[in-house]
């Protein structure tokens, strides 16, 4: 079946400092991924979609500037958190619609310190 | 604003009982539902989808779909503890678009 792969899956870093999350569809072209965010005890929540070869469409509420995403080929969308700061601490997934429905990554477990 | 809604539980079952989760959306255009578990710290993974009014089994689930009430439902039969986890309720239009997920339900099955 389809598979995402979502790198890193855990990460820390400090105040201020960016992180990028790479996602990747394996066996499938992706056109179009969905990221999520995730807090504890919470749903998943959309974050934007991500579209390959244009810019992404962020649900309201989401920063733009502080959620760049880059969806640069079929196979490949990334989304880099800038200037993080501790309450950006959260588990971010990406998903995307093979053939066989909705897909996704391993999760990335983000902790700003 | 579309929404999905769950009881969030915890629901909790003995070993062996059917455990029967509920959820209901919003948005009358939706035309794809998904059934997800989600262990703590891990990816949902997909359980079940149904795209027709009634019911569809697989195994020991069973997903129940009623477009008119907008009311989906799993049913978990022979409920075993490693069953114990968030189930999350997703439905989506047709084409391209994002899931949206209900809040989930915290089942717990008692050995």
């Known amino acids: 079946g389809a598979v995402v792969s979502q790198h890193p899956s855990r990460v820390i870093c400090k105040s201020g400092t960016s992180v990028k999350i790479e996602c990747r569809s394996l066996?499938?072209?992706?056109?179009?991924m969905f990221w999520y965010r995730q807090f504890p005890k919470q749903s998943l929540m959309l974050m934007a979609t991500s579209n390959e070869g244009s810019k992404a469409t962020y649900e309201q509420g989401v920063e733009k500037d502080k959620f760049l995403i880059n969806h640069a080929s079929l196979t490949l969308s990334t989304l880099t958190v800038t200037s993080a700061h501790p309450e950006d601490s959260s588990f971010y997934i990406c998903?995307?619609?093979?053939?066989?429905?909705?897909?996704f990554g391993s999760g990335t477990r983000l902790t700003v310190v | 604003q579309k929404e999905v809604e769950q009881n969030s539980g915890p629901l909790s079952v003995p070993e062996g009982a059917i455990a029967s989760l509920n959820c209901t959306y919003s948005d009358r255009g939706s035309q794809s539902f998904f059934w997800y578990r989600q262990y703590s710290g891990k990816s949902p993974e997909l359980i079940m989808f149904?795209?027709?009014?009634g019911d569809k089994e697989d195994g020991r689930f069973t997903a129940q779909l009623n477009k008119a009430s907008q009311y989906v439902s799993l049913l978990i039969r022979d409920s075993q503890p490693s069953d114990s986890a968030t189930y999350l309720c997703a439905v989506s239009n047709s084409g391209n678009t994002p899931l949206v997920f209900g809040k989930g339900t915290r089942l717990s099955v008692i050995a």
């Open positions: 066996d499938f072209q992706a056109t179009t």
């Open positions: 149904i795209y027709s009014n």
């Open positions: 998903s995307a619609r093979g053939n066989d429905g909705y897909t």
